[in-house]
Nanobody, 119 residues
Framework: QVQLVESRGGLVQPGGSLKLSCAAS????????MGWYRQAPGKQRELVAI???????NYADSVKGRFTISRDNAKNAVYLQMNSLKPEDTALYYC?????????????WGQGTQVTVSS
């Protein structure tokens, strides 16, 4: 069984910063892409950023220049540094991973962590 566990989000003032982390645990043989998605109330889940094993990354246009995704392959972890936060960044943030356990490759999701940007 593979699990993705996110760090706690929080309440941040506009213009502030917050770093999310997520660690994969369980019967992991290999990890491919990892990333972050978010879902705001009344909206569909959307991609925030993904990072591949080699380190190349893609970002949603709305977060480019403000968010940075990174990963630590030795720790099976992915991070999201969020700077210059805006109220529209308020959402439930989900960690994502394409992970091979002992049998096959599968997509896994974390439980979600709330980020609220408000004064």
């Amino acid at each position: 069984q593979v699990q993705l566990v996110e760090s706690r989000g929080g309440l941040v003032q506009p213009g502030g910063s917050l770093k999310l982390s997520c660690a994969a645990s369980g019967s992991i043989f290999s990890i491919n892409t990892m990333g972050w998605y978010r879902q705001a109330p009344g909206k569909q889940r959307e991609l925030v950023a993904i990072i591949r094993t080699g380190g190349s990354a893609n970002y949603a246009d709305s977060v480019k220049g403000r968010f940075t995704i990174s990963r630590d392959n030795a720790k099976n972890a992915v991070y999201l540094q969020m700077n210059s936060l805006k109220p529209e960044d308020t959402a439930l943030y989900y960690c994502y991973g394409i992970i091979r356990d002992t049998a096959s490759w599968n997509e896994y999701w974390g439980q979600g962590t709330q980020v609220t940007v408000s004064s």
